[in-house]
């Protein structure tokens, strides 16, 4: 069975549960998800499907993409990744993946996303340090402060924490729970945040620290 499926942020709500207490979940869309490719230990040196998911129109799709997708015959996708699995031999090429089969409440879930952009920022925002004093006169409020050394080693350490591009980037969100599961609509709601924006691609696996 595939150890992951894809999905799309719709955004967040909240829900009631049995004993009553409001719990702020985010709305996935879970597949369906079409299986395109397999990779095997033999060929590939590992075992994993290649997924697609998010109808595309043929006419945004180039020739050799089209090609490879005819091969399942489900249509056309926006979206492809490869997800680990333990047996490639339960699924055939274009078979069809859904949340159904996938979750159930309970689970523990790992979400791998893209977080939000925000463009390049200070070391105050992006790494939240302290500043300097505020009152005037002071000129010195937001700066990050002296980076270097003396005359060894006369140069900046690389990782040092100083201002730049901020977001955008791979993040995964780990040990986070389904609340609820409704195959019918294609939608898991999930305790809490998930990485990126809405309708921002995710990548949601069975959670390896459970």
């Excluded at 709500?13 to 709305?27: L, R």
């Excluded at 200070?122 to 003396?150: E, L």
């Excluded at 999930?190 to 990485?195: F, M, N, T």
Aim: aromatic share 6%.
């Amino acid at each position: 069975m595939t150890k992951g499926i894809l999905g799309k942020k719709l955004g967040m709500t909240q829900i009631f549960a049995a004993d009553g207490k409001c719990v702020p979940v985010t709305v996935v869309e879970a597949g369906p998800c079409i299986v395109l490719q397999k990779k095997t230990e033999e060929k590939d040196g590992y075992n994993a499907l290649q997924l697609g998911f998010g109808a595309r129109k043929a006419q945004r799709t180039n020739k050799p993409a089209m090609g490879h997708f005819k091969k399942a015959g489900k249509g056309m996708f926006g979206f492809l990744r490869e997800v680990e699995c333990d047996s490639v031999d339960d699924h055939a090429i274009g078979d069809e993946i859904t949340c159904g089969e996938f979750f159930a409440a309970g689970d523990i879930i790992d979400v791998t996303g893209t977080s939000k952009g925000k463009g390049f920022q200070g070391v105050i925002k992006r790494w939240n340090f302290a500043g300097g004093r505020a009152s005037h006169g002071s000129m010195f409020h937001r700066r990050p402060g002296g980076i270097g050394a003396s005359a060894w080693p006369s140069r900046v350490f690389k990782g040092k924490k100083m201002a730049g591009q901020m977001g955008n980037k791979r993040v995964t969100t780990q040990g986070l729970e389904v609340v609820d599961v409704r195959p019918e609509k294609g939608l898991v709601l999930v305790k809490g945040a998930v990485p990126g924006p809405v309708n921002g691609l995710l990548l949601i696996r069975k959670s390896r620290k459970v």
